[in-house]
């Protein structure tokens, strides 16, 4: 089956840096993908990782080992605005490239 | 301006009942989708339409029915509602579907049913 795990929930405080890890089982890969979603509102858009290494985006970075199944998104200076479920993604070419998808990452960010 | 929009924003009705929710995107793009998101948050697709084709159909009952007049909108239609489809529906489009990494997301529209 495809499946992708990640935790249901991490809790850090503000001005850290957490780590939001993605393992993932599917028949095809063309690429990780993290997007952010606030309560009550929709998907956004963070990152894309096709090869292995590391993509930074401001305070926003995003790590992929195709041999590991794995990834991670790595947020650093955490603020508050930051509190919202994450979600990784794996496009499968095996499945018309649709996007498959984790169940999410709830991230609690204390003062 | 809105990038992708839909209508209406909430639906409460009865189960039994036939509603419908409209999607339209002003992107440009090839590709739009519809998703369910359950209580649970997990995002499951649903279907997928490139320039007015459908190309992904995934396991859905045939009450749900998707019609896409022009490749800009994305309809969904729901027959004989019932209590379990109450979730929140979102669509998405992209550029295209092999190409683009990146899917833009509408509002959603949060569906209770009675």
């Known amino acids: 089956g495809q499946s992708l795990e990640q935790p249901s929930e991490v809790t850090a405080v503000e001005g850290a840096i957490v780590q939001i890890n993605c393992t993932y089982q599917?028949?095809?890969?063309?690429?990780l993908s993290w997007y952010q979603q606030h309560d009550g509102g929709a998907p956004t858009f963070l990152s894309y990782?096709?090869l292995d290494g590391l993509e930074e985006t401001g305070r926003f970075s995003s790590f992929l080992s195709r041999s590991d199944s794995y990834g991670y998104l790595l947020l650093q200076e955490l603020q508050m605005k930051d509190s919202a479920s994450y979600f990784c993604?794996?496009?499968?070419?095996?499945?018309?490239?649709?996007?498959?998808w984790g169940a999410g990452t709830k991230l609690i960010i204390k003062p | 301006d809105t990038a992708v929009s839909q209508t209406p924003k909430y639906l409460v009705t009865q189960m039994g009942n036939d509603k419908s929710i409209k999607c339209e995107q002003n992107?440009?793009?090839?590709?739009m989708y519809w998703y369910k998101q359950d209580s649970k948050k997990f995002l499951k697709i649903m279907f997928s339409?490139?320039?007015?084709?459908?190309?992904i159909n995934e396991t859905v009952p045939n009450r749900f029915s998707p019609k896409s007049p022009d490749k800009a909108h994305l309809n969904l239609h729901i027959n004989s509602l019932e209590l379990g489809d109450s979730a929140v529906y979102f669509c998405?489009?992209?550029?295209?579907?092999?190409?683009?990494?990146?899917?833009?997301f509408g509002p959603g529209t949060r569906l209770t049913v009675l």
């Open positions: 998405a489009s992209s550029p295209r579907q092999e190409a683009y990494n990146e899917q833009f």
């Open positions: 992107l440009g793009h090839d590709t």
């Open positions: 339409y490139n320039n007015k084709e459908l190309i």
């Open positions: 599917t028949s095809g890969f063309y690429g």
């Open positions: 990782n096709a």
């Open positions: 993604a794996v496009r499968d070419p095996a499945g018309n490239y649709q996007l498959i």
